[in-house]
């Protein structure tokens, strides 16, 4: 099988920011199945869509639900020299906070394009104290410089469509809490499972509006958003577009988000809906269990079931391409740990009238890989894929992941461009650490192949390697 791998003015920004790397996903791309997820170390830590979603994070990785939490000791003992511990909350809470990433991304595709490119950049996030327990202010300023990019570079998405430099005030809001409500307004990155973060390349989707979730105070069983955004930056451009351009309609529209879910230790269900006037209607729903052995400790076996819908529907003027229609992606899986071992085997169908439509973020299928979700019409697949979290040699932050996933259809260039029957093996290593001097560093090695076998193409296999290495740095 042939291989996929995946995965101005901030000149003065970048002295501030620490080296790292990333790899990135051409704009060829077919798919848009990757996730920046921890690696699960047990079927607990598993990715769940409905889980995660809702929130409003500065950070891709802040307050996911899943993952076993980890405390950054780092700024705890910043925090502990109380350097202002007569000022206002507002000042003497402040969080200043560098992330650096430093990406090699290099892509054969179907024997095209081989886009090649490394880039250096990152992050300066500040997040104010809060004033009165009411008002708090936070912002994030995003860049990527090219340190080496080919005549094709633009197409990995880590820099511009002309394999430029990008920076750009990425995120710019205020965020009130009152009544055990939570209202942010501007730019921001939400986390939901249709619209969400997506930061597998140097800058996350980010979006600008309304967001309204509940005050997350602790292990709370109900989550819910009712929201509406009017604009999102694609990770490759600086500047922020409508909702309705995304799926190729120049109506300039928005997007109306509602949703709610549910959580206890076993279960986790709910839904969210995503209406674009005259364009589309997405309707997710997920249903998630957790069936844990001896005791549910780290180390003891656990079984975790997942059955979920993407449902797709032109709506009002019908003005995207190919409406009207009514589509769907249906996916089911169960997940198995033991002694930090990890296996999923998950299945997936899609309806037969049109592709899913998912320039917005990840994938919430559970076939999901790093280049394809199988997300075309009429496409059925099936995935397995096994991870192990090395801690149990002594080796902490070492974590190994590999998947193959087969997809088989009608190839039809109406509905699904001819990518239809197709094949994907991904391979991924992290290294991250939670304590000692190296914390704040990740470290991640990807390589893929995804081959697709009915489209006449010079090569039948788009391959990827990605190496990225990010590092983050509490300044206040």
Known sequence: MAGLMKGTAGHAVLALIFVASGAGLSSRAYGQGAHDYPIPSSAKEAYSPIREGFESPIEPRERLRGPKPYIDARGAALRDFERMPDAPAFFRDTKLKANSRTYWFGEDSFGFDKPKALTTGGSLSYQSGYIADFFQLRSVLYTTQ?????????????????????????????????????????????????????????????????????????????????????????????????????????????????????????????????????????????????????????????????????????VGADLIAGAPYNTYQASARVVASYMNFVFTGAVSTVGDEASIEKPFGFSTSHTAMIITNFHQASVQAFLLQLSYDFVGLGLEGFKFHVAWGKGEGKANQATNGGFADQEELDFRFVYEPHRGKLQGLRVELEYVDWQVFDQDFPSDSLTEFRAIVNYSVPLL
């Open 146 to 314: 090219p340190l080496y990019a080919n005549a094709e570079a633009g197409k990995t998405l880590n820099l511009s469509p002309q394999g430029d430099e990008i920076t750009t005030l990425g995120q710019i809001n205020g965020r009130m809490k009152y009544a055990g409500q939570e209202l942010t307004a501007g730019r921001q990155l939400i986390r939901t499972p249709y619209i969400n973060p997506y930061d597998v390349r140097m800058i996350p989707l980010t979006v600008e509006g309304v967001v309204l979730l509940p005050e997350h105070k602790g292990n709370d069983k109900l989550d819910y958003t009712a929201s509406y955004l009017w604009r999102y930056k694609p990770r490759n451009i600086a500047s922020f577009i409508p909702f309705s351009e995304g799926l190729g309609v120049e109506q300039d529209e928005g997007v109306l988000i509602t949703g709610a879910s549910y959580h206890t230790n076993s279960w986790n269900y709910g839904f969210s809906n995503y209406w674009i006037k005259d364009t589309l209607n997405t309707l997710y729903g997920e249903v998630d269990y957790l069936l844990p052995f001896g005791g549910g400790g780290d180390d003891a076996p656990s079984l975790r079931f997942g059955v979920n819908n993407l449902d797709q529907r032109t």
